[in-house]
């Protein structure tokens, strides 16, 4: 899961995957394409969201994607078409290029649709986004668990 800071979108949307597929058959992770917030917490707001929906994460830390995590990870979900260019830039390869794909794309098939960034709006912005990530999240966990 990946979006710009690695605070708001990408970890709720880490939290809402690890929700729904158990741990010891999947790796799921999260990170930003730019360097803020490395270490630090998820946004207060991403935190209060996901508490609301009985999950927790507030231990998550914020790092940056790195080229190895097309070693690492099968698939690899970005939020908005920013966070396209930006990892599709570090790919090496068309293996690499493959791995990549739109989040909402699970639920909108080929219309490449951004998940908003609700750092700099109200609450509301985050239920919203919880909203989109858990649909497209619930769709990801079907096809992996059905494959």
Known sequence: MVCLGNICRSPLAEGILKSKLPSEDFTIDSAGT????IGSAP???SVAVAKKHGLNISNLKGRQFVVSDFDQFDYIYVMDASNYQNVMDLARNDEDRAKV???LNKVYPNENFDVPDPYYGGDDGF???YDML???CTKIAKDLTTT
């Open 101 to 103: 794909n739109f989040i």
């Open 34 to 37: 730019a360097s803020y917030h």
């Open 134 to 136: 858990n649909e497209a």
């Open 127 to 129: 239920q919203n986004v």
């Open 43 to 45: 946004d207060r707001r």
